[in-house]
């Protein structure tokens, strides 16, 4: 696809408010953002609101605010179809008054039988232009019509895509669609192009499930003499097995995975990734993603969503975060967890056991509950595993290391270390043993950070106390 140089890209991403965010859609506005910013251009939504008894406000909320959690921000207020139906209208009638569409004044019943017939006859179901070079007048007085295109008989129809190359259809195939209703609503397929056109959309990047529709959505815009836009059809994700992404596949809502701990920026890599590369680099950040992205890095074949490889690539972006950003990001689960705010030392602590808590977690919530043993009011309730870990010879062994430690000036991670190897030694015991009950009795739990970053992290007072409740 060249572009003329003069011309500013304009993109747009037009969910259908009838359920939350998916992982496809997000990918889809992603691509739309990605691209009109890095050719510089605007990038627009639109809520495709128009089948009242299935959109919801819920369903926009949740939309937008999946958005902004992936950092998509959007040029312009965002249209809302459903306010712009007279304007489809009037395009209607103007196709209608250039003698490009007409009146059908066929009822149900009618075309019920038609399709009856042409079921019979084993042929393709579609209206047959009935109505294509019928006089208005004809129809009895105040009958009720719906406006149709005259779509082109002979002939193909080609779409140039910027994915999938040059795809053609037997304009046969496209019979005279309705464009408003007898009610005089629009057809979605008149609403996308009369939006597209007037918000100057110049490239259409959207999901291949929206192929078929592109032909006749090219008739119309033929029809008026608008400026034909670039399409760009992605492939659908489909699941590990191969099979169309569905919720059996674990296909959330983006919110889902923002409420399982996965960070935006990594969310944002993986969805990049799924249908889009850049040789073979992985971990691609926005700014890089801005000046390498283009549609000719789109693949023709369908990714597959592997849950898995986000939680790996979430746990990347994880290690590599501003310790600052990822108290932001968990404190509202530590409070969550603890019932209560974080106060401001509370919050140093945590700050402080970060470079020690984000080495080893794939997601925010881990991160934040490998935290609360900071947090625990002594004396520690032990969970079931350290209870059972805590048997009279660990008690014992518990009573050792206390009395060892108890002088020990410089609480230091080396100096800890060595104190607690040398009572290892002395009892002939691998240092593990003398590890676990200690992390028991510090953390109440069997899994903690390494245990002599336990120790710093308490401090030596906390340290010692948490070990003696647990000796007796
Ligand atoms: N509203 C349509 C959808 O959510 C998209 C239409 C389009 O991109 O042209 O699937």
Redesign the pocket.
């Known amino acids: 696809m060249t572009l003329n140089e003069t011309e500013q890209v304009v993109t747009r991403f037009?969910?259908?408010p009838t359920g939350f965010l998916h992982i496809g859609?997000a990918r889809t506005a992603m691509f739309n953002w990605l691209f009109a910013r890095h050719h510089g251009g605007k990038a627009l939504l639109r809520i495709?609101d128009t089948d009242k008894s299935r959109s919801t406000q819920e369903a926009i909320d949740a939309i937008i605010e999946g958005l902004d959690w992936l950092g998509l921000d959007w040029d312009e207020e965002p249209v809302f179809q459903s306010k712009r139906a007279d304007r489809h209208a009037e395009v209607a009638h103007q196709l209608l008054a250039d003698g490009n569409a007409y009146k059908c004044f066929a009822t149900p019943e009618e075309l019920a039988a038609m399709r009856e017939q042409q079921k019979a006859d084993k042929k393709p179901m579609r209206y047959d232009g009935r109505w294509r070079d019928r006089d208005p007048s004809e129809a009895s007085e105040g009958a009720p019509y719906v406006i149709r295109l005259k779509t082109e008989l002979g002939g193909k129809m080609t779409v140039t895509d910027a994915v999938q190359g040059e795809v053609s259809v037997q304009n046969s195939e496209i019979d005279d669609f309705i464009l408003l209703r007898s009610d005089g609503s629009p057809t979605y397929m008149l609403a996308?192009v009369v939006d597209d056109h007037d918000m100057g959309v110049t490239h259409?990047i959207?999901?291949d499930d929206?192929l078929n529709?592109a032909f006749r959505q090219l008739a119309m815009i033929r029809a008026m003499g608008w400026k034909e836009p670039v399409y760009a059809h992605i492939p659908l994700i489909h699941g590990n097995d191969g099979a169309k992404l569905s919720k059996r596949h674990g296909a959330l809502g983006v919110d889902a995975y923002r409420d399982m701990g996965i960070m935006a920026d990594a969310m944002f890599n993986y969805l990049l990734r799924l249908g889009w590369g850049h040789g073979d680099d992985e971990i691609i950040s926005r700014k890089q993603a801005i000046q390498w992205f283009d549609l000719s890095g789109v693949g023709k074949s369908p990714s597959r969503f592997d849950a898995k490889k986000l939680q790996n690539l979430n746990g990347q972006y994880i290690r590599e975060a501003d310790d600052d950003a990822l108290v932001e990001l968990s404190a509202p689960w530590v409070e969550a967890e603890l019932g209560t705010k974080l106060s401001v030392s509370d919050r140093d602590l945590l700050a402080q056991a970060m470079p020690v808590l984000k080495s080893r977690a794939i997601n925010i919530i881990e991160l934040a509950s490998n935290s609360l043993f900071l947090y625990k009011n002594r004396p520690l309730d032990l969970d079931e595993k350290a209870q059972l870990l805590l048997d009279a010879d660990a008690r014992q062994l518990l009573a050792t290391i206390h009395s060892k430690l108890i002088d020990l000036d410089d609480w230091t991670l080396e100096a800890t270390e060595e104190r607690v190897k040398a009572i290892a030694e002395a009892a002939e015991l691998g240092l593990g043993k003398l590890a676990q009950p200690m992390r028991a009795a510090l953390t109440g739990s069997t899994s903690s950070p390494g245990i002599f970053d336990v120790l710093i992290l308490l401090g030596k007072e906390e340290s010692l106390n948490r070990l003696a409740d647990q000796i007796k």
């Open positions: 037009a969910p259908s859609g495709e996308v259409l959207r999901g929206h529709n």
